[in-house]
T-cell receptor, first 114, second 113 residues
Framework: AQSVTQLDSQVPVFEEAPVELRCNYS??????LFWYVQYPNQGLQLLLK??????LVKGINGFEAEFNKSQTSFHLRKPSVHISDTAEYFC????????????FGKGTKLSVKP | EAQVTQNPRYLITVTGKKLTVTCSQN?????MSWYRQDPGLGLRQIYY???????DKGDVPEGYKVSRKEKRNFPLILESPSPNQTSLYFC????????????FGPGTRLTVT
């Protein structure tokens, strides 16, 4: 069965520093990968997704992620963070050939300090 | 404006008192889903609906019911709430679950005493 592991529950970082939020998944079939962001007291919104093609995908707000099939990873990166990036980030997977329901990781809280 | 709405946003109730959380979307989406979010556990799927009249259990369906009589609405029913159902609940919708973005409602914070 597929599962998603977000390796860090909390990531503190200073403003303008780079950040990487790590995500690993387990699946024996083709997968579709997503990163969602949840700002305080709000619902989730899509940052970016990988369906096929180029393994480097770019999303909103300057975020990007790289799909690495051999390492079963989909890490999220941003070269320079802002205070406004403070939020919780969720990696999610849906599996080819399934109903397509999303399996979410437990989330990573990114805290950007001035 | 394309959106998913949920009501109520906040609810405090007592054990055993039936309640319904409504969810509505205006994007003509086929797929709708309910999740609960608990600290340290991420989002877990309660029920989903592939289209009108077709619903199925997610990972944590115990204690919940749903119905999908119209495409736009997908209410979540707690027939006899218990304190372990205290959580933050999200409704989401999508054109289809596999490739397309899911759009989330603002959440309903439920406390059962």
């Amino acid at each position: 069965a597929q599962s998603v592991t977000q390796l860090d529950s909390q990531v503190p970082v200073f403003e303008e520093a780079p950040v990487e939020l790590r995500c690993n998944y387990s699946s024996s079939v083709s997968v579709y990968l997503f990163w969602y962001v949840q700002y305080p007291n709000q619902g989730l919104q899509l940052l970016l997704k990988y369906l096929s093609g180029s393994t480097l995908v770019k999303g909103i707000n300057g975020f990007e992620a790289e799909f690495n099939k051999s390492q079963t990873s989909f890490h999220l990166r941003k070269p320079s963070v802002h205070i406004s990036d403070t939020a919780e980030y969720f990696c999610a997977v849906s599996e080819g050939g399934s109903q397509g329901n999303l399996i979410f990781g437990k989330g990573t809280k990114l805290s950007v300090k001035p | 404006e394309a959106q998913v709405t949920q009501n109520p946003r906040y609810l405090i109730t007592v054990t055993g008192k039936k309640l319904t959380v409504t969810c509505s979307q205006n994007m003509n989406h086929e797929y709708m889903s309910w999740y609960r979010q608990d600290p340290g556990l991420g989002l877990r799927q309660i029920y989903y609906s592939m289209n009108v009249e077709v619903t199925d259990k997610g990972d944590v369906p115990e204690g919940y019911k749903v119905s999908r009589k119209e495409k736009r609405n997908f209410p979540l029913i707690l027939e006899s709430p218990s304190p372990n159902q205290t959580s933050l609940y999200f409704c989401a919708s999508s054109r289809a679950p596999l490739f397309y973005e899911q759009y989330f409602g603002p959440g309903t914070r439920l406390t059962v005493t």
